[in-house]
Structures are given as C-alpha cells and as structure tokens.
C-alpha cells in the first residue's frame, strides 16, 4: 500500500468541472434536513441551501432526488431543517452518506419527536416545514425543494455555525 501526499481519487486538474469548483469555494451553512413517515425516518445533510423572508418564510434547498430523504420528505410533506454548529462534524458526514454510521445515523444522538420529523438534541437552531410542492424543479443534478417555514426554534446560541468550502467543514 502506498500513502498518497495528495487525494488518491482526485482527478487531474484539467478534468475538473470548473462549476463545481466555483461551487466549493462559496461558503456554505451545513444543515441537516430529516423526516419521519409511516415510521421511517431520514435524513440528509444539505449545504445548498437558502431561507427567503416572507409570509410565508421558505427554506430553498437543493435535494438529491435519488436519496432516502426526497423518497420519504415526498410522501411525509413534513421537514425538520437543523442548523449545525461545531461538533457537529461527524453528524454531518454520516448523514451525507461520507462516513460510517453503525446501525444508521439516526443511532448516534438523541432525537426529539416533533410534528414535522425528529429534530437532534442539542442542535440550537431548526426549523419545523411543509412541502411546498411534492414536484419540484430540477435544477441541474438536484431538485429544487420548496419548504415552508411553519415554527422556528432558536435557542441560545453560543456554539460556532459549522461551514462547508472546498470539501471541508470548519467554523466561523
């Protein structure tokens, strides 16, 4: 076995798609977006996201329309959006499917139940939504999910946002 100074399946630089390296390089919030239906639950962590003020409010993601999570958000029309912060790293990563989770994410912190999915413990900022449209746009690779903000839980906040750019989290 050999110990690469650099990533092993990086492609070359000249097949890089540029678009997606701009991408990277924008700063994104790291949120985590999880449902319940029927018993099932999922979730997924989701960077490509905005809210928009309004009446209602929406949070705007970009959704990876193959995942657990669109499969059961679709017929759940319920959301909890979560907003991670320092610590959250590992959380992160097992829900964008980038590292282990034994027994499934969900086993690694406790949950509150809520009436629009399970919302972690612990996390100080999160948002209860409602489907807007059960057939989004797609938008490139992703849909374009609609969520209307229905309650908004904002706890005192002394933890630093965790933030995604170039491939790695850190904090602000």
Known sequence: MTIHGEHPFLPPESERSP??????????PVGLWTTS?????????????LI????PGLVIGLIDPDSDLWETLRSARTAVVSLLGAGHQQLADAFGYVAPAPG???????WTDTDWGPAPVGVTTW?????????????????QVHLEIAHVELQPDDL???????????VL
């Open 19 to 28: 678009v997606r390296r701009l991408r990277g390089r924008l700063p994104s």
């Open 37 to 49: 239906d029927d018993g099932k639950r999922a979730g997924l962590t989701v960077s490509s996201m």
């Open 52 to 55: 928009a003020d309004g009446e």
């Open 104 to 110: 499934g994410p969900f086993r690694m912190i406790d």
């Open 127 to 143: 948002a209860g939504c409602r489907l807007v449209d059960p057939d989004p746009a797609e938008v490139g690779w992703s849909l």
């Open 160 to 170: 630093p946002p965790l933030i995604h750019r170039r491939g790695r989290y850190t």
